[in-house]
């Protein structure tokens, strides 16, 4: 999936969940590509694994979503909570939420 998005020379490469599923050597294959990509790609990556998101990112945003915002269209919304340097985010969040989520108190 990866040569086939960089085969078009994106500027932004989003991938979603790149490892999920994954065993541990198969996940440092791909942290080690995408390593050697983002010198060349801006990478986006939605995550919920915490540890890997702490490895691999330089900036993390930590979003809520509302389960049933607008009830005409019953769609989601994202509500950005806390955006800023990984370190940052994860070694001293500003918010409460945040703080409660890269914990592990909730989620």
Same mark, same amino acid.
Not at 55 to 69: G, K
């Given at each position: 999936m990866i040569a086939r998005a960089i085969a078009v020379q994106p500027d932004v490469i989003l991938m979603d969940e790149p490892a999920s599923a994954l065993d541990p050597i198969a996940t440092g294959a791909i942290e080690d590509l995408m390593e050697k990509l983002r010198s060349r790609y801006t990478i986006v990556i939605v995550t919920h694994n915490m540890q890997?998101?702490?490895?691999? $990112?330089?900036?993390?945003?930590?979003? $809520?979503?509302?389960?049933?915002?607008? $009830?005409e269209s019953d769609t989601r919304a994202g509500t950005l909570i806390e955006y800023g340097r990984t370190a940052q985010i994860f070694e001293d969040p500003r918010d409460s939420r945040t703080q409660a989520y890269v914990t592990g108190r909730i989620g």
């Open positions: 890997q998101a702490a490895r691999v $990112s330089d900036r993390t945003a930590f979003f $809520s979503v509302l389960a049933n915002p607008d $009830s």
